[in-house]
């Protein structure tokens, strides 16, 4: 057994439950991956998030050229060109919070970061991969092509929403490279 590890681990895992709860006070929400960056989309993106919990649709933008519009909020530590998706009429919108672009390394540490922000039409991107014969649910696969058109943050490509400078600053603080004076 190696004690000196699971004691490290122990004292690891007590300071993790602090920092956990501290931020579970701030959200309002369990610290799940999910809950933590429907939050911080909503904070960033004026997004009101649907109360009860509902796989397909997150919430809804409050403000800008896409108010009242519906929208499902993904995050994923890295980018490896996949996205859970639904086929439901009700979905408009998916705003796409990522990592680093690349295949994720077995037993490598998976820091939580925000490199990249993809939007992307749900109904334009469904019928896209339908006709490309691509199977549309967990896991779909999504050519490199549509998310770099679907990009908007930190190189937007044709946004469909033009963030403003806050919004920049606030993404900003989540890069796994942040700017020169952070």
Do not use: C
Request: proline share 6%; glycine share 6%; hydrophobic share 40%.
């Amino acid at each position: 057994m190696d004690e000196a590890g699971l004691n490290s681990i122990a004292m690891l895992l007590r300071q993790r439950n602090d920092i956990d709860a501290r931020i579970a006070d701030i959200v309002g929400r369990p610290v799940a991956h999910g809950h933590l960056s429907d939050w911080i989309a909503a904070q960033i993106f004026h997004i009101e998030l649907e109360p009860s919990a509902n796989r397909t649709i997150d919430g809804w933008f409050r403000s800008g050229p896409l108010a009242g519009r519906t929208v499902n909020v993904k995050h994923y530590v890295r980018n490896e060109g996949l996205l859970d998706m639904t086929d439901s009429d009700e979905l408009e919108y998916y705003l796409v919070m990522t990592g680093p672009r690349g295949a994720a390394r077995s037993g490598t540490h998976r820091p939580w970061t925000i490199d990249h922000v993809h939007l992307f039409d749900a109904f334009e991107l469904t019928t896209a991969l339908r006709a490309h014969m691509r199977r549309i649910g967990v896991a779909t696969s999504v050519r490199a092509d549509h998310w770099k058109a679907a990009e908007i943050y930190p190189n937007p490509v044709k946004p469909l929403l033009r963030l403003t400078r806050d919004q920049t600053a606030a993404l900003d603080a989540f890069r796994s490279d942040p700017p020169p004076g952070w």
